[in-house]
């Protein structure tokens, strides 16, 4: 474009410059020998046109001087226009190139920061809940009777609350304190002859406050989490010990009667108030946000001898059983 421009300028200017070269010719200068010529009317004819051909000559030099003039500004703000183009394009080219990148650290620093929130979760808050569920409980002993004996489990009902103190996402220190009704179904058949015989059930029923404390293991699976749970168990007696008995009457291999009552005994004399043990917990859990929702059982090994020293002191009597749970916790704090 520049050198068109160029070329058609010294085309002008160069053809302007011939004609007023032709223009500017003086006529031959004639010897001293010869005579003047006299100017006539053609001569002054001349003249005017060749000075109006100069004139028209400078004229159309100054409009090709000017147009070139205007074709070279316009040939540069084009020029400038294709720079200024040319370097936004290469700025969005830059910005495209780094979109790639951030798209690819971007979820790795999602996840991070998911992962430190989640942890920060875990651990810069606690749990509070309930449980409720069933215990089927049943003392261990030995018997010195002559009679046949059978120690059976039974069913009682246990509440409580929970405290969950989380130490990471998948450890944390669980406390339980609660009621608990425990106790044991004692059957057993004195015989005076082989058509003769008596059939004793005792129920004996004792209510607790207890204490497990847990160190849990909370896996994930999936969508849910596994609960393992072990720890020591602290339970103490209140209220009376309660009894509830059936006794039946055969002779001659026919019920004669039967008969059967409850009574409310002193603890002292019996068991011990204070008994001890440990607890193994397995179950699943179904988090909701800042809700769990928990199912679980549990085995109930006592440790602590029941007995009194009061009739059967040579003998070790034992809290054992196990029990179901369900219960709801509910997350304080982030």
């Known amino acids: 474009m520049k050198k068109s421009i160029l070329l058609t300028g010294l085309l002008i ?17 004639k010897s001293s020998t010869q005579k003047p010529a006299v100017k006539t009317s ?20 100054a409009l090709a001087k000017q147009l070139a003039q205007q074709m070279v500004r316009e040939d540069s703000i084009k020029k400038a226009k294709e720079a200024a183009v040319l370097l936004q394009q290469k700025e969005m080219d830059k910005k495209a190139a780094k979109i790639p990148e951030k798209s690819r650290t971007a979820p790795r ?10 942890n920060a979760r875990a651990t810069g808050g606690f749990w509070i809940g309930a449980k409720g569920g069933v215990n089927f409980s049943k003392w261990t002993r030995e018997t010195d009777y002559d009679s046949e004996e059978s120690l059976t489990a039974l069913t009682g009902p246990s509440a409580g609350f929970v405290v969950k103190i989380p130490f990471n996402n998948f450890l944390g220190l669980e406390v339980e304190p609660g009621f608990s009704q425990r106790g ?19 129920k004996l029923i004792c209510n607790y406050l207890e204490m497990p404390v847990l160190l849990q293991f909370t896996p994930r699976l999936g969508p849910l989490e596994g609960i393992l749970a072990l ?3 602290l339970r103490y007696q209140i209220g ?26 002193p603890t002292e004399g019996y068991i011990k108030k204070f008994d001890y043990g440990a607890v193994g917990v397995a179950g699943i859990a179904f988090p909701f946000s800042k809700l769990k929702i928990f199912v679980d059982g549990r085995y109930h090994y006592g440790l602590g001898n029941l007995d009194s020293g009061v009739g059967y002191s040579d003998h070790k009597v034992n809290n054992r059983g196990i029990s179901f749970n369900a219960g709801i916790l509910y997350r304080i704090g982030n």
């Not at 200017?13 to 200068?29: G, S, W």
């Not at 620093?109 to 989640?118: D, V």
């Open 13 to 29: 200017v160069t053809l302007c410059t011939i004609l007023r070269a032709q223009t500017n010719k003086k006529p031959a200068v």
């Open 42 to 61: 053609s001569a002054s004819r001349q003249e005017a046109i060749n000075k109006a051909r100069e004139d028209s000559i400078l004229a159309v030099y």
């Open 109 to 118: 620093a999602a996840t991070t920061n998911q992962k430190k929130t989640a």
């Open 184 to 202: 044991v179904v004692n059957t057993s058949v004195l015989y005076s002859d082989l058509s003769d015989w008596e059939r004793n059930e005792l």
């Open 231 to 233: 720890g020591p168990e």
């Open 240 to 265: 009376s010990l309660k009894t509830k008995y059936t006794t039946k009457y055969y002779s001659d291999y026919e019920l004669e009667f039967e008969e059967s009552g409850e009574t409310d005994l």
